[in-house]
């Protein structure tokens, strides 16, 4: 399995330290979940893979749901909010010509970010409806993330169809909304590219797609014509 950068931060946090066994199990985990699905998973199977007795897991995690939770909470904590907000600071201090030019360049950014982890996302993201536990901590962590930071910086770009000097056009949309609007977005293109049906999005055009999204975006934020 290729050592993906958000793998490589879960198994080698110095807070909690992890056996090499451990690795080798969370590592068969992650490989099997991400291919086949939790469910089609068996703990013998991880067992097989990582190289060691299927006791050895048991003595780590009681179930198999032990072991997936402390995956996906790891990944969560360590790896997935910390990466996806990192970076936000400085795209904010950048000057933008347009509201679009910021859209593109912030989706182009975080999307990249996120495909170094896309073993990782997957599981969570085909967890997530069944298990209460993973979305309690996704809800806890994506409330951390500066959204307030970005509408306003959003609210304050001058669009690409304003006369140079003049104030963006106004929204109707509250600051929720806003947040809601780049969440699902940001999200559903990232998802149906990568873990629902990737088969239909080539790897070639993601820079020109997430052109296309910001674009968008800011016409549907800013009132004007596609």
């Known amino acids: 399995m290729k050592e993906y950068k958000w793998l490589k931060n879960i198994l080698e946090q110095e807070t ?16 099997l979940f991400s291919e086949k699905g939790y469910a089609a998973t068996s703990t013998r199977e991880i067992a097989n893979r990582a190289g060691v007795a299927e006791g050895t897991i048991f003595k780590q995690y009681p179930t198999k749901k032990d072991l997936m939770l402390w995956i996906t909470g790891r990944i969560i904590r360590t790896a997935l909010l910390p990466l996806i907000s990192s970076g936000i600071s400085e795209l904010l201090e950048k000057p933008y010509s347009s509201r679009e030019e910021f859209l593109a360049a912030f989706l182009q950014n975080r999307i990249d970010l996120m495909q170094e982890g896309i073993p990782l996302l997957k599981i969570i993201f085909q967890e997530m409806p069944f298990q209460p536990e993973i979305r309690a901590m996704m809800i806890k962590q994506v409330k951390k993330i500066p959204f307030g930071a970005i509408v306003e910086k959003l609210r304050t770009i001058e669009t690409s169809n304003s006369p140079m000097g003049s104030a963006p056009p106004d929204t109707n949309f509250t600051e929720e909304e806003l947040i809601q609007i780049l969440m699902t977005n940001i999200v559903g293109f990232f ?36």
Do not use: C, H, M, W
């Open 16 to 31: 909690e330290p992890i056996s090499d066994k451990q690795k080798a199990i969370i590592r068969a985990a992650v490989e």
């Open 191 to 226: 998802i149906l590219r990568n873990i629902i049906i990737p088969e239909l999005f080539p790897k070639s055009r993601l820079k020109k797609d997430a052109a296309t999204l910001a674009r968008f975006i800011n016409k549907g934020i800013s009132g004007g014509n596609y």
